[in-house]
């Protein structure tokens, strides 16, 4: 009796569908967010821990590190608990979810609402967004924040200002997300709403002290650009995981991302060189960051000479704002914002977002967001002759930033004057003298004989020591 003759085709093993790998999860997308998720994560976790502890006066390096790493922490618990359903979940309004955990196995392992891979990958990912956000608003309100109030400004702006902008703008369901505009991977929702809090929450604090504010110099630019560096290469996954896929809108928004934040490096470099004679280090970081934030709301629509176009403009307008207009302004003069975090993100990810509307490929934009709606950029409108869809597309571009800013600045507030009630929001005249110590307990640097102390405080055990070694004098101060 002969055997029965073999299936005409045969799945390899490792594609063979089993309870672990449902047919509807792809594994190479399902990868390749993981890791995109990582290194949007590295850019928190440590990078802008590094980044601060480095760029900011001694005496404020454990403080300002801790504050990233605190946000990072607390954000995920919040995030997990309810966060995750207010921005992406079923739609209670138009801006907002239904609250919910996203913490059962039966949700977690569910298809994601986009995207071929479970709801436990997106939330991962999502919530490394969240966290940046939070960690970007700290860098406004450094040296002098109580961190106790930090500690409730964290998930109380979370909870009312960030999961109302990411529902509004990137959930399937949400007001402007349905009207067609586009955010492509976090200008708005992140950059513009982290410039404007941090600003709006500087404002409430207060400056530092007046001598801090005077001279601010970095204690560690090494230490800093490390955590520049990991800023730059973790934008690989920032901006190349949002379409979701490892697909080539994927390719095309790493690569344009690159090309954008070195322009701009150079733009600004030379810019700083013809008006200030010198090549600055802090300088070409922040332009690298500007880059950055302005290609984010682009960076999978745009062709590769609109990624040149957008690092010019983001190294030479932020620039301008920061270098000239701030210099001559009364209301940004008044608010202390410690890493002008308004400049390079609220400003950049205005332009970027204005941009977006201007060169937005057609074809491109199919590829991101699939042919059921018409996302056109002005300039294609023109192209095309469609110039309606065009100029609708700028409007939109423009609403998006003013219901952003003013969402922000209203919330904002709103929390921290909540806050406020409960504890101060900004540390004492005598602990703000004193910095790391007096919020912390620790220093960051201890170089005096095995480890002591260098320094002599009210909180040193080593009274009797009359002062330690003095800081070292730096050419180029942090804005």
């Known amino acids: 009796m002969s055997s029965p003759p073999p299936p005409p085709f045969v799945l390899p093993p490792n594609l063979i569908p089993d309870e672990a790998n449902p047919p509807w999860m792809n594994k190479g997308d399902?990868?390749?967010?993981?890791?995109?998720?990582?290194?949007?994560?590295?850019?928190?976790?440590?990078?802008?821990?590094?980044?601060?502890?480095?760029a900011v006066k001694?005496?404020?390096?454990?403080?300002?590190?801790?504050?990233?790493?605190?946000?990072?922490?607390?954000?995920?618990?919040?995030?997990?608990?309810?966060?995750?359903?207010?921005?992406?979940?079923?739609q209670l309004i138009p801006i907002w979810g239904k609250i919910n955990v996203a913490l059962s196995q039966h949700y977690l392992l569910e298809p994601a609402f986009l995207g071929k891979f479970p709801n436990a990958t997106m939330v991962f990912f999502q919530f490394v967004f969240a966290a940046i956000t939070l960690i970007l608003i700290a860098g406004a309100v450094l040296g002098r924040m109580n961190f106790y109030?930090?500690?409730?400004?964290?998930?109380?702006?979370?909870?009312?200002?960030y999961t109302i902008g990411a529902y509004t703008i990137w959930s399937t369901n949400g007001w402007l997300s349905t009207a067609g505009m586009i955010d492509y991977s976090g200008g708005y929702v992140i950059h513009l709403s982290s410039g404007?809090?941090?600003?709006?929450?500087?404002?409430?604090?207060?400056?530092?002290?007046?001598?801090?504010?005077?001279?601010?110099?970095?204690?560690?630019?090494?230490?800093?650009?490390?955590?520049?560096?990991?800023?730059?290469?973790?934008?690989?996954?920032?901006?190349?995981?949002?379409?979701?896929?490892?697909?080539?809108d994927a390719s095309l928004a790493v690569i344009n991302t690159h090309v954008c934040a070195a322009t701009s490096l150079l733009t600004w470099l030379v810019l700083d060189i013809l008006f200030f004679g010198k090549a600055s280090v802090i300088g070409a970081?922040?332009?690298?960051?500007?880059?950055?934030?302005?290609?984010?709301?682009?960076?999978?629509?745009?062709?590769?000479?609109?990624?040149?176009?957008?690092?010019?403009?983001?190294?030479?307008?932020?620039w301008f704002t920061m270098m000239v207009v701030h210099k001559k302004s009364e209301l940004l003069q008044s608010v202390d914002d410690t890493m002008a975090v308004f400049h390079t993100h609220a400003v950049a990810g205005s332009l970027g977002g204005i941009l977006t509307g201007l060169f937005a490929n057609p074809k491109l934009c199919n590829l991101f967001y699939g042919k059921y709606r018409s996302y056109v950029g002005l300039f294609y409108g023109f192209q095309m002759g469609d110039v309606h869809t065009g100029f609708r597309q700028i409007g939109l571009q423009l609403i998006g930033i003013l219901f952003v800013v003013s969402v922000n600045i209203v919330t904002t507030s709103l929390v921290c004057l909540v806050v406020k009630l409960i504890v101060p929001l900004r540390m004492t005249e005598e602990d703000m003298e004193?910095?790391?110590?007096?919020?912390?307990?620790?220093?960051?640097?201890?170089?005096w004989g095995q480890g002591d102390r260098?320094?002599?405080?009210?909180?040193?055990?080593?009274?009797?020591?009359?002062?330690?070694?003095?800081e070292g004098k730096s050419q180029v101060e942090l804005t």
């Not at 970081?285 to 957008?310: E, F, N, R, S």
């Not at 260098?454 to 003095?470: H, I, L, M, T, W």
């Open 58 to 90: 001694k005496k404020w390096a454990v403080n300002s590190a801790f504050m990233a790493l605190y946000a990072f922490a607390c954000v995920l618990v919040c995030w997990v608990s309810w966060g995750y359903r207010l921005s992406f979940g079923d």
């Open 149 to 161: 109030a930090w500690m409730l400004f964290v998930p109380l702006w979370l909870t009312f200002s």
């Open 285 to 318: 970081v922040q332009g690298m960051i500007t880059g950055l934030v302005c290609i984010t709301p682009a960076a999978g629509v745009v062709h590769g000479w609109a990624a040149i176009i957008m690092g010019i403009c983001s190294g030479s307008i932020p």
């Open 434 to 447: 004193v910095g790391d110590e007096a919020a912390h307990g620790e220093e960051a640097y201890a170089i």
């Open 30 to 54: 399902n990868a390749w967010q993981l890791t995109a998720a990582t290194l949007v994560g590295l850019q928190s976790v440590p990078g802008l821990i590094i980044l601060y502890g480095g």
């Open 196 to 248: 404007v809090a941090g600003f709006t929450a500087a404002y409430w604090v207060g400056p530092r002290l007046t001598k801090d504010r005077e001279r601010f110099p970095p204690n560690n630019i090494l230490l800093m650009l490390a955590g520049a560096g990991l800023l730059w290469m973790g934008w690989t996954g920032f901006n190349g995981g949002d379409p979701y896929a490892a697909s080539i």
């Open 454 to 470: 260098s320094e002599n405080s009210r909180f040193s055990a080593y009274n009797d020591v009359e002062v330690g070694p003095s």
